[in-house]
């Protein structure tokens, strides 16, 4: 039997003046292991006598279970796009729901997290990102007409700053330790003092040059246009079947690589310069190879 019809016939012997134990009694006899206990008999002989005389479930105060309809989430969802920077208790007192409800249909239904804006070099204009795409196209383009002798003749060249201590993760730092002891401690390294900068040339078969800046010196027009005499006696050495073809050259588009001094001795040495995107802080083509710090 459903509960409600334990209910009923809770009343009915309730309605007879019968007593809690002889109710018990009763429905023990006639329903067995599926009787109500003895405290759900005492809760509804306890109700009648309090002067209910329904069955049924009371209704249960508080908000619907149905907060999350297409409605509300296409609300919610218009709400978040029209102001990214939305707070969940605005939304809360926008549409009239409970916060977990919102935070429910924010990650379950619309699948969308908030996080902190990402520090960049510069915001790029609509005309930047045209740019982009144009001259990811043509990159793109020279790469398709001929995969393999792209491959064998594309050089890149980046600068980068490599530390003498490697900062030790707090998962490496884990030690064992036995019940009572103090957790171990380590002095923290300063970094900034103990790096050095370095100007990597490579290309799809590996490293070419390596060139560590001496401490004191500034990298400017002129330092880097002897880096490319250096660096062209290594591709001629590295690279024998460059020596006389003409190389695909890709550097980025800060001032040292871009200035006069610069861009004479790339035509000087007859590279075909590949373009960049603009403020772009990366490479225009990535190629996975392996350095080791000496």
């Known amino acids: ?18 007593t809690i134990t002889e109710t018990k009694a009763k429905l023990d006899k006639y329903y067995g292991d599926s009787a109500p206990s003895i405290s759900m008999v005492k809760k509804w002989f306890t109700e009648f006598r ?74 790029l204009t609509v005309d ?13 383009a020279l790469f398709n007409r001929n995969i393999e002798q792209f491959l064998r003749r594309f050089v890149t060249v980046d600068e980068t700053w490599i530390h003498h201590n490697t900062r030790e993760t707090k ?10 002891e103090s957790a171990p ?10 790096k050095v900068m370095a100007t990597v040339f490579w290309d799809a078969r590996g490293i070419i040059h390596i060139e560590y800046l001496q401490k004191g010196r500034t990298i400017n027009g002129e330092y880097y246009a002897n880096l490319l005499d250096r660096f062209n006696d290594n591709l001629k050495k590295n690279r024998p079947h460059l ?31 590949l373009p960049h995107p603009p403020y772009s802080p990366g490479i225009w083509l990535r190629v996975t190879t392996s350095c080791s710090q000496t």
């Not at 459903?2 to 003046?17: D, G, N």
């Not at 998962?171 to 009572?180: D, T």
């Open 185 to 194: 401690k380590k002095a923290k390294v300063g970094l900034s003092a103990n």
């Open 1 to 18: 039997m459903e509960k409600s019809e334990f209910r009923v016939l809770i009343k009915h012997y309730f309605l007879r003046k019968k």
């Open 171 to 180: 998962q490496q730092s884990k030690q064992w330790v036995s019940k009572g």
């Open 50 to 123: 309090c002067g209910r005389t329904s069955t049924e479930d009371a209704e249960r105060p508080g908000r619907p279970v149905e907060v999350s309809s297409p409605k509300t989430i296409k609300k919610i969802h218009d709400m978040v796009l029209a102001d990214r920077r939305l707070k969940v208790q605005q939304i809360v007192e926008a549409v009239g729901i409970s916060h977990g409800s919102v935070v429910s249909i924010l990650n379950d239904h619309l699948g969308m997290r908030k996080l902190s804006a990402r520090w960049v070099p510069r915001l």
């Open 128 to 140: 930047h990102k045209r740019n982009r795409v144009t001259t990811s196209q043509e990159g793109l």
């Open 243 to 273: 020596a006389k073809k003409k190389v695909p050259f890709h550097q980025d588009n800060v001032r040292v690589h871009t200035c006069a001094v610069a861009m004479a001795k790339i035509h000087e040495l007859g590279y075909e310069l």
